[in-house]
């Protein structure tokens, strides 16, 4: 009989998944999920994301009798799934999402709908769920089951901890508890899976725990430049090499999300702003444009990507370091969720993490320490010299076995290694001796013989193994300490805030040790320039290149290695080809720049590669990196200019654009001229076409080429003051301006 029940399950979950959502099959453990789920488990979810976790909830509450409740924590995701819904359905009721932004004729619509039987899923957000009126309201319906998204908001060991989410569990119970429960999250730690399963007293629930592997995914760690305008064109000269991929760029503040959008826009990349101070409509209207490929980027807070439906993202930057592993794995996981191209780069500074620790200092002693072990975890991330997907799984309690995943930056460019089978001995006796109580920065100093004021205090200076290690680096002792826990020698104890416990593993390898190589860790206070180098771009070289060139490239060298009778790759590497495919070299001097190019090369063989590399650039048009300058506006704190500068390439009216800001035409010429002036291209052909006829255009631009002076009264003086209007000739030199002035 219950074999019965289970077929039927799964003849009514299939016939669902192909009619509903137009899947021939489902994705992973997609089905067991379901499954359990329907035949009334309470069911704990782990899924990457991508992974297909919403249409584990969603499948299920369509099929089943009553109404599913949705807890999440974003607006924008509640919409974004009721719309999905309706449209996938054609039922305007099947769905709905209760929260503040709806109106009384709206919310009484809800009630309706909810109250008749029609509606199959409700979005509530937490604060929504615990109003007594909604309470009231839930109590009176058929509830089929709760679906708890991004569950991770329950823990304070959690990057993204909502005091709120505590209280669904209570409110639950109010209501109805006799359902079964799915809570689902794409990033959970063990300490943070047993804050969620504890904190919804889910004692019995079937427990799926996908791999957080994500294989297309390209990580790369880049050292942040002080000079801001550097890091601005790193990204663009990034963005320029991706033209016509979809990214998003997480900042960390809004003030920094709304100037680099300034900067990406002023210098002709379509880009928008998202984060928590723009108004719901905006914010709503920025990612739908996102969404529908209107504009190429996105810059964010972490504001924006929970829930986001967008396969296609193909790179994820990171301005500024995530204050956690798991913010830095949710926000990267934005990229290649149709299991495409995904590159994730991040800037990485000391300086960052200092201001970040800075701000702690404020903070509740347990709050503190929880979000301090966030950090440590963020930095030895970063400055790792492993494999970045080694450690990311590792963190997530899964073990990734393979030596190179050969798609992270340290992976494709591994330093080289030591043997450190006698240094991971001494290593494991300190963590021993010191009685297993302290963090890894802890055991490093003492190691290292650093006498600091808790070495002191501890009196850990007085043993035997204190100083031990002085003679190797600190990136050294780091790299072990990290490979110790990769090896599962030591565990850290979260419980007890990152504190390393010998495992039997690190006893056994005490007891006969065997030989490990170990990468010394990256230093941030080296030379930047020096570090710049060694972490160019390194996404697939010809990829990034331009393979048109490099083909003419490959036909001079091979010609002149004909002719010298020489293998093609004593004249030039492939990698040189490729770097010029890149950084389009023109003269001599810039030719000496290139990787495997010396001062002998370029002179022996330069000019006929100088010669096709010029030719080319002017027969495609091509903005080279050397002459990318990155544009900013005058008066950051207005939005004024960037407004105009949106408007003019909407190719709104002038005197509508001066309308909208409380201006006079006048004014607006006024502030066009100040943007021109400061090198941004501003394109007034099409208000121009309409305004001045093309005869009058050629006579004031004649004049504007042989005058020595822009004077506006002496030009019109040449015109003719009678003939001419003074908007007219400003109107022209504004277009003069761009076309011969930048």
């Not at 919409?79 to 099947?94: A, G, H, I, R, Y």
């Not at 979809?246 to 809004?254: A, K, N, Q, V």
């Not at 799984?393 to 089978?421: M, R, S």
Request: with cysteine.
């Amino acid at each position: 009989m219950e074999s019965c029940e289970s077929n039927k399950i799964q003849r009514e979950i299939n016939s669902a998944l192909k009619n509903l959502f137009g899947f021939d099959k489902f994705k992973g453990n997609q089905q067991q999920i379901i499954e359990k789920l329907l035949e009334g488990n309470d069911v704990f979810v782990i899924k990457p994301t991508g992974g297909g976790k919403s249409l584990c909830y969603q499948l299920p509450a369509l099929i089943s009798e009553g109404t599913a409740i949705v807890i999440s924590p974003l607006i924008s995701l509640m919409k974004n799934q009721v719309d999905f819904l309706k449209s996938m359905t054609m039922d305007p009721s099947v769905a709905h999402f209760l929260n503040s932004t709806l109106n009384k004729q709206e919310i009484l619509q809800v009630k309706n709908d909810l109250t008749s039987g029609k509606t199959k899923l409700l979005y509530v957000a937490p604060e929504s769920l615990t109003k007594q009126e909604n309470v009231d309201l839930l109590k009176t319906i058929k509830i089929s089951f709760y679906a708890i998204d991004e569950a991770h908001c329950i823990s304070e060991w959690g990057h993204d901890f909502r005091p709120e989410y505590r209280r669904i569990r209570p409110i639950i119970d109010a209501i109805d508890a006799n359902v079964p429960l799915i809570a689902l999250t794409a990033t959970a730690t063990p300490k943070v899976q047993q804050d969620i399963l504890k904190t919804l007293e889910m004692n019995d629930a079937k427990i799926f725990i996908s791999s957080f592997n994500r294989t297309n995914l390209y990580y790369e760690i880049r050292l942040k430049p002080k000079d801001e305008k550097q890091l601005n064109k790193e990204i663009i000269k990034f963005i320029n090499q991706n033209r016509g991929k979809s990214g998003i760029i997480y900042c960390l503040s809004r003030k920094k999300v709304e100037e680099l959008t300034e900067t990406l826009v002023i210098n002709g990349i379509k880009a928008l702003p998202y984060h928590a101070g723009l108004e719901s409509a905006v914010r709503a209207a920025n990612q739908d444009m996102f969404i529908k490929e209107d504009v190429e980027v996105i810059v964010a807070t972490i504001a924006f990507g929970m829930g986001i439906d967008k396969p296609d993202v193909r790179y994820v930057i990171h301005y500024d370091m995530p204050k956690s592993l798991e913010g830095y794995y949710q926000e990267t996981g934005r990229a290649g969720r149709d299991e495409g191209e995904g590159q994730c780069i991040a800037f990485y500074s000391e300086r960052d993490m200092e201001k970040l620790e800075k701000f702690l200092n404020d903070k509740p002693v347990s709050e503190r320490e929880i979000t301090q072990q966030l950090i440590d975890e963020t930095i030895s991330y970063a400055e790792t010299s492993q494999c970045r997907r080694k450690l990311l799984l590792k963190y997530f309690g899964e073990d990734y076995t393979e030596e190179n995943c050969g798609n992270c930056d340290n992976c494709l460019h591994p330093k080289p290694q030591v043997d450190a089978k006698e240094e991971i001995v001494d290593f494991l006796e300190v963590v021993e001796q010191t009685k297993q109580q302290y963090k890894s920065n802890y055991l490093i100093d003492v190691v290292m013989g650093e006498l600091t004021p808790n070495v002191k205090t501890n009196r850990h200076h007085k043993m035997e193994c204190f100083g031990i290690g002085k003679e190797k680096p600190i990136t050294f002792w780091k790299a072990v300490s990290k490979v110790c826990v990769l090896k599962d020698f030591l565990r850290k104890d979260i419980e007890r805030y990152g504190e390393l416990k010998l495992t039997q593993k690190g006893l056994e390898f005490k007891e006969k040790p065997y030989s490990i190589n170990v990468s010394y860790d990256r230093d941030f206070s080296e030379n930047e320039d020096e570090f710049a180098e060694e972490f160019a771009p390194i996404s697939s070289a010809e990829s990034s290149s331009d393979p048109e060139l490099y083909n003419i490239l490959k036909s001079i060298r091979k010609r002149i290695a004909e002719k010298e009778k020489l293998p093609p790759y004593v004249i030039f590497e492939d990698r040189s080809l490729i770097d010029m495919c890149i950084q389009y070299p023109i003269k001599e001097d810039e030719l000496k720049n290139i990787t495997g190019v010396g001062a002998s090369k370029a002179k022996k063989y330069g000019d006929e590669f100088l010669e096709a590399i010029k030719a080319y650039v002017e027969a495609k048009d091509i903005t080279r990196p050397q002459d990318l300058v990155i544009k900013s506006l005058i008066n950051k704190s207005s939005g004024l200019k960037y407004f105009i500068i949106r408007s003019i390439d909407k190719k709104m009216a002038l005197e509508d654009i001066a309308i909208s800001k409380n201006m006079e035409v006048d004014e607006l010429l006024t502030e066009i001229e100040s943007i021109v002036s400061s090198g941004t291209k501003i394109d007034l052909s099409y208000c121009i076409d309409d305004y001045i006829d093309s005869y009058r255009q050629d006579e004031i631009n004649e004049v504007l080429r042989e005058m020595e002076t822009d004077d506006i009264d002496e030009v019109l003086e040449e015109l003719g003051e009678d003939e001419y209007t003074r908007e007219e000739v400003r109107l022209m030199r504004i277009q003069f301006l761009t076309k011969y002035g930048q």
